[in-house]
């Protein structure tokens, strides 16, 4: 393929035209993708500012139906013999940040005109003991009570290693990032798929600095896209001038 113009002709050979055709369009789809995950971290994050302002209470609403930060209330009562510790969860408290320990959900039984189900409530950060072996007492009052607290989802890390780490009829136990499936192996089917954050002003909880898990914010998405279609234009600027060859006019 020859195309000239006025002094110049663009030549390319089929081996830079085909390597240019084969990255230019992943560059561009990249750079598009972050944009959208830009977009969807900003309506996340309007999501969560409007389900603060309205409390639902959940005995009358699908709860998994229900968007994430949703700001929910539950009648029911706890059942702390069968308790978790998240392991592998630093303090998010600004006074003492990075700190070892763990999170601590707490099954809470939910009877809704006699159709029980079962949701763990994350009740906060507790440190742990220089021996891995002596477990924090984090014991809780089985009464019936309501409590408040934010929808979301169950801690996951970019990748697991190895499994959760249950181990059938241990209390408590000490897992790391389980699953839903996981999950339901040990507490049944009636168990919702996402977990309760405890509001910070509810009894009976410990360290508690929710915050929304955004991972990268909008801003830092937009520069990855930047990134991405900078070297798309680089890309193309380089399959250009590499292909365009001056020609001597012959007068």
């Given at each position: 393929?020859?195309?000239?113009?006025?002094?110049?002709?663009?030549?390319?050979?089929?081996a830079a035209t085909l390597i240019t055709l084969a990255l230019l369009p992943g560059l561009v789809s990249l750079g598009w993708w972050q944009l959208q995950r830009a977009e969807q971290k900003r309506a996340?994050?309007?999501?969560?500012?409007?389900?603060k302002q309205q409390l639902v209470n959940i005995q009358s609403e699908g709860f998994e139906r229900l968007p994430r930060?949703?700001?929910v209330s539950v009648k029911g009562y706890y059942d702390d013999?069968?308790?978790?510790?998240?392991?592998n969860m630093p303090s998010t408290d600004p006074s003492r940040p990075g700190q070892p320990g763990y999170r601590v959900l707490t099954p809470f039984v939910v009877d809704d005109q006699g159709n029980t189900a079962l949701v763990l409530v994350d009740r906060g950060w507790v440190g742990g003991a220089t021996d891995r072996k002596q477990l924090p007492?984090?014991?809780?009052?089985?009464?019936?009570r309501e409590i408040r607290g934010l929808i979301d989802n169950l801690p996951q890390p970019g990748v697991r290693a190895g499994d959760a780490g249950i181990k059938n009829g241990v209390w408590p136990q000490v897992l790391n990032y389980p699953k839903v499936q996981e999950l339901r192996a040990?507490?049944?089917d009636l168990l919702f798929a996402r977990i309760i954050l405890l509001?910070?002003?509810?009894?009976?909880?410990?360290?508690?600095?929710w915050s929304i898990d955004l991972g990268f914010t909008p801003e830092r998405h937009v520069g990855y896209a930047v990134q991405w279609f900078g070297l798309a234009l680089t890309l193309l600027i380089i399959y250009i001038v590499v292909n365009l060859k001056r020609i001597d006019v012959v007068k």
């Amino acid at each position: 393929m020859n195309l000239r113009i006025c002094s110049y002709v663009f030549a390319p050979s089929w081996a830079a035209t085909l390597i240019t055709l084969a990255l230019l369009p992943g560059l561009v789809s990249l750079g598009w993708w972050q944009l959208q995950r830009a977009e969807q971290k900003r309506a996340l994050m309007v999501q969560a500012q409007q389900g603060k302002q309205q409390l639902v209470n959940i005995q009358s609403e699908g709860f998994e139906r229900l968007p994430r930060y949703q700001h929910v209330s539950v009648k029911g009562y706890y059942d702390d013999t069968r308790q978790i510790f998240l392991d592998n969860m630093p303090s998010t408290d600004p006074s003492r940040p990075g700190q070892p320990g763990y999170r601590v959900l707490t099954p809470f039984v939910v009877d809704d005109q006699g159709n029980t189900a079962l949701v763990l409530v994350d009740r906060g950060w507790v440190g742990g003991a220089t021996d891995r072996k002596q477990l924090p007492i984090v014991n809780v009052g089985s009464q019936l009570r309501e409590i408040r607290g934010l929808i979301d989802n169950l801690p996951q890390p970019g990748v697991r290693a190895g499994d959760a780490g249950i181990k059938n009829g241990v209390w408590p136990q000490v897992l790391n990032y389980p699953k839903v499936q996981e999950l339901r192996a040990i507490y049944g089917d009636l168990l919702f798929a996402r977990i309760i954050l405890l509001d910070p002003d509810q009894a009976e909880g410990y360290s508690r600095f929710w915050s929304i898990d955004l991972g990268f914010t909008p801003e830092r998405h937009v520069g990855y896209a930047v990134q991405w279609f900078g070297l798309a234009l680089t890309l193309l600027i380089i399959y250009i001038v590499v292909n365009l060859k001056r020609i001597d006019v012959v007068k």
